[in-house]
């Protein structure tokens, strides 16, 4: 198979990034029956993270794929980290100008 040095199909860069907000409750679904207990200092995934829209690709089953670069969060607050990776669009949405995190990453509520 030969790769495209190009990129793949309707590869496109944003420059500067896009600010946008990332819907962890669905990229990380939470089984209605889980009955297990919170664990203290465990990664958050019940909010909607602030991120950056990197680039876009066009996605082989049709539509679209953001890479998205977003913090996660441990409960406590204490750890965090920056991850970055392709999600399909319906995760992600523009973030408007306000008052909530102007940095591009933090904590949405």
């Known amino acids: 198979m030969s790769s495209n040095e190009s990129g793949p199909v ?3 860069w ?4 896009r600010p946008v ?3 962890l ?3 990380f679904p939470v089984s209605p029956h889980h ?11 019940r909010y ?3 991120g950056l829209l ?4 066009a996605w082989a089953i049709g539509g679209r794929l953001g890479l998205v670069k977003y913090q996660l969060l441990s409960t406590d607050q204490r750890w965090q980290t920056i991850v970055e990776h392709y999600m399909p669009t319906h995760l ?6 306000g008052r909530r995190d102007r940095d591009g990453y933090g904590h949405g509520h």
């Open 21 to 23: 907000w990332v819907d």
């Open 48 to 50: 909607e993270a602030s």
């Open 35 to 45: 009955l297990h207990e919170l664990v203290p200092g465990g990664i958050e995934t």
């Open 54 to 57: 990197v680039g876009e690709v």
């Open 10 to 12: 309707g590869l496109r």
């Open 14 to 17: 944003f420059d500067p990034p």
């Open 92 to 97: 992600y949405r523009p973030k408007r100008r």
């Open 25 to 27: 409750r669905t990229l």
